[in-house]
């Protein structure tokens, strides 16, 4: 008897639930999300050294990173890929107090991940190691900035290293096309160069030297740093190393002045190959364009988004011609960088593939985008923009790179706000002030032969690409 009671209470209890309304999510009542840019309190050492800094004390981890004005934009017309030997020497070349080899071991038992790079405008270091060893780090970074050796063999090294790449370059169809549309975008300007043999070789240590001091010295610096360490312990190491060196008066940045490139042009490179590189673009624009994030929205719609895009829903999805094609602005840090679009595809559908892009744009900048494309690029690029505050490195290291570049005070606090407020006439303007067909530089890397049209079809002015 009291087994059939208890099934009874049970079937009740069943049955009371299943005669309740049925359960709804949209019925479900959260607080709204809020969400506030990090603030990161910039730093200033007593010689002029700005210092980021983010406490995380999750893990006994510290990582810093370094950056210098220089990178690719200072390189000598003769002597492109300055820069880059530079930093490689940085890493691996020595101080004046320990050997190349002494560096390598001291970084190998110190279990330190330890990396020296150039982009166009700047030098950057970045190391990370354990927080037992931070003063062992920190002293070693000291040696690195104060008083590099550029060691003749491992320069030589270094130099073989970028000669050989030189060498291997064209076994890639992608790499020659990307170096011929910078070429054709920025003509002979040092956005439009790579490094060659011949300029590799002119270059010599005492230009690595000039270079270096040119670039390195406290009131030049830009230090930020995150992870498990004390501030006032960090501040006052920083001050131990960094301190007794004399900073320089400040000289002014002065960038060459973008000059015209090969506007309105195909150029074709030979290559016997199944499939081609089909590579296109103009100047884009720098981070003080005023409708930059217009432009931001109407590239997720073009070809920014993914499987959202028009030119990934039209070529891929509907016509099968390519795996990927996409567009992508380039916001230039100081200058215009570029408008890139590219897709890969059968020898036999290149020039379809290559008008369907162009269709694309022409579409955007004549006709204005629908509201849920709009809804959804906003919603999207909102929604990325939280997730990059998720590391704290990044956090601090993107503090410092804005102020580093003088972007406004309110750059990121601003950010969703703008894009939020942007609307269908905003992105059609963006896309005509800034996409201009008639004006592309246009790459084909690829068999000719197989074509399904000559490239006289095109309209625009043919030139050769000699490629090996």
């Given at each position: 008897?009291?087994?059939?009671?208890?099934l009874v209470?049970?079937?009740s209890?069943?049955l009371?639930?299943c005669?309740?309304?049925?359960?709804?999510p949209?019925?479900i009542?959260t607080?709204p999300?809020?969400f506030?840019?990090?603030?990161?309190?910039?730093?200033?050492?007593?010689n002029?050294?700005?210092?980021?800094?983010?406490e995380?004390?999750?893990?006994p981890?510290?990582?810093?990173?370094?950056?210098?004005?220089?990178g690719?934009?200072d390189?000598?017309?003769?002597?492109?890929g300055?820069?880059?030997l530079?930093?490689?020497?940085?890493?691996?070349a020595?101080t004046a107090?320990?050997?190349a080899?002494?560096?390598d071991?001291?970084?190998?038992q110190?279990?330190?991940?330890?990396?020296?790079?150039?982009?166009?405008y700047?030098l950057?270091?970045?190391?990370s190691?354990?927080?037992?060893?931070?003063?062992?780090g920190l002293?070693?970074l000291q040696?690195?900035?104060?008083?590099?050796?550029?060691e003749?063999?491992?320069?030589?090294l270094?130099?073989k290293?970028?000669?050989?790449?030189i060498?291997?370059?064209?076994?890639?169809?992608q790499?020659i096309?990307s170096?011929?549309?910078l070429?054709a975008?920025?003509?002979?300007?040092?956005?439009?160069?790579?490094?060659?043999?011949?300029?590799?070789?002119?270059i010599?240590?005492?230009?690595?030297?000039a270079?270096?001091q040119?670039s390195?010295?406290?009131?030049?610096l830009?230090?930020?740093?995150?992870?498990?360490f004390?501030?006032?312990?960090l501040?006052?190491?920083l001050?131990?190393?960094f301190?007794?060196?004399?900073a320089?008066?400040?000289v002014?940045?002065?960038?060459p002045?973008?000059?015209g490139?090969?506007?309105?042009?195909v150029i074709?490179?030979q290559k016997?190959?199944?499939?081609?590189v089909?590579m296109?673009?103009?100047?884009g624009i720098?981070?003080?364009t005023?409708?930059?994030?217009?432009?931001?929205?109407?590239?997720f719609?073009?070809?920014?988004?993914g499987?959202?895009s028009?030119?990934?829903?039209?070529i891929?999805?509907e016509?099968?011609?390519?795996?990927?094609?996409?567009?992508?602005?380039?916001?230039?840090?100081?200058?215009?960088?570029p408008?890139?679009?590219?897709?890969?595809t059968?020898?036999?559908?290149?020039?379809?593939?290559?008008?369907l892009?162009l269709?694309?744009m022409?579409?955007?900048?004549?006709?204005?985008?629908?509201?849920e494309e709009l809804?959804i690029?906003?919603?999207?690029?909102?929604n990325?923009?939280?997730?990059?505050?998720?590391?704290?490195h990044?956090?601090?290291t993107?503090?410092m790179?804005?102020?580093f570049?003088d972007?406004?005070?309110?750059?990121?606090?601003?950010y969703?706000?703008?894009?939020?407020a942007l609307?269908?006439?905003?992105?059609?303007?963006?896309?005509?002030?800034?996409?201009?067909?008639?004006r592309?530089?246009?790459?084909?890397?690829?068999?000719?032969?197989?074509?399904e049209?000559?490239?006289?079809t095109?309209?625009?002015p043919?030139?050769?690409?000699?490629t090996?």
């Amino acid at each position: 008897m009291k087994k059939i009671s208890y099934l009874v209470c049970v079937l009740s209890v069943l049955l009371v639930g299943c005669s309740a309304p049925p359960f709804r999510p949209d019925q479900i009542s959260t607080p709204p999300l809020h969400f506030a840019v990090p603030q990161i309190e910039p730093i200033i050492l007593t010689n002029g050294i700005r210092v980021y800094l983010k406490e995380d004390h999750e893990l006994p981890l510290i990582q810093l990173t370094v950056m210098a004005p220089g990178g690719a934009i200072d390189d000598p017309a003769e002597k492109v890929g300055l820069a880059s030997l530079l930093a490689k020497s940085l890493r691996t070349a020595g101080t004046a107090s320990r050997s190349a080899d002494q560096v390598d071991i001291d970084l190998e038992q110190l279990a330190a991940d330890f990396s020296v790079s150039a982009d166009t405008y700047a030098l950057t270091l970045d190391l990370s190691l354990l927080t037992t060893d931070l003063a062992s780090g920190l002293n070693l970074l000291q040696e690195v900035l104060r008083t590099p050796a550029f060691e003749v063999k491992r320069l030589e090294l270094a130099r073989k290293q970028t000669l050989e790449a030189i060498r291997r370059q064209n076994d890639h169809p992608q790499a020659i096309a990307s170096r011929a549309l910078l070429q054709a975008i920025y003509g002979d300007h040092p956005l439009g160069r790579t490094p060659t043999e011949a300029t590799v070789t002119a270059i010599s240590r005492e230009d690595l030297l000039a270079a270096y001091q040119k670039s390195f010295s406290p009131e030049k610096l830009w230090i930020a740093v995150s992870g498990d360490f004390d501030r006032k312990q960090l501040l006052a190491g920083l001050e131990a190393r960094f301190g007794s060196w004399p900073a320089q008066q400040p000289v002014p940045r002065i960038l060459p002045p973008l000059v015209g490139g090969s506007a309105g042009v195909v150029i074709h490179g030979q290559k016997d190959l199944p499939q081609s590189v089909v590579m296109l673009g103009q100047v884009g624009i720098d981070k003080g364009t005023p409708d930059q994030h217009a432009v931001r929205v109407m590239n997720f719609i073009l070809g920014g988004g993914g499987f959202n895009s028009r030119m990934m829903k039209e070529i891929r999805e509907e016509r099968g011609l390519a795996y990927s094609v996409y567009s992508h602005f380039q916001v230039g840090r100081l200058l215009p960088g570029p408008f890139i679009a590219q897709c890969e595809t059968k020898s036999s559908t290149t020039i379809e593939a290559l008008k369907l892009m162009l269709a694309a744009m022409e579409t955007i900048r004549e006709q204005p985008v629908r509201a849920e494309e709009l809804h959804i690029a906003k919603e999207s690029l909102n929604n990325s923009f939280v997730f990059s505050f998720a590391n704290p490195h990044e956090v601090v290291t993107q503090a410092m790179r804005l102020d580093f570049y003088d972007y406004p005070d309110d750059y990121l606090e601003s950010y969703r706000d703008k894009v939020e407020a942007l609307s269908l006439a905003d992105i059609q303007q963006a896309a005509r002030d800034h996409l201009q067909p008639e004006r592309l530089s246009i790459v084909l890397i690829g068999n000719e032969q197989g074509f399904e049209a000559p490239l006289a079809t095109l309209g625009f002015p043919l030139e050769r690409l000699v490629t090996p």
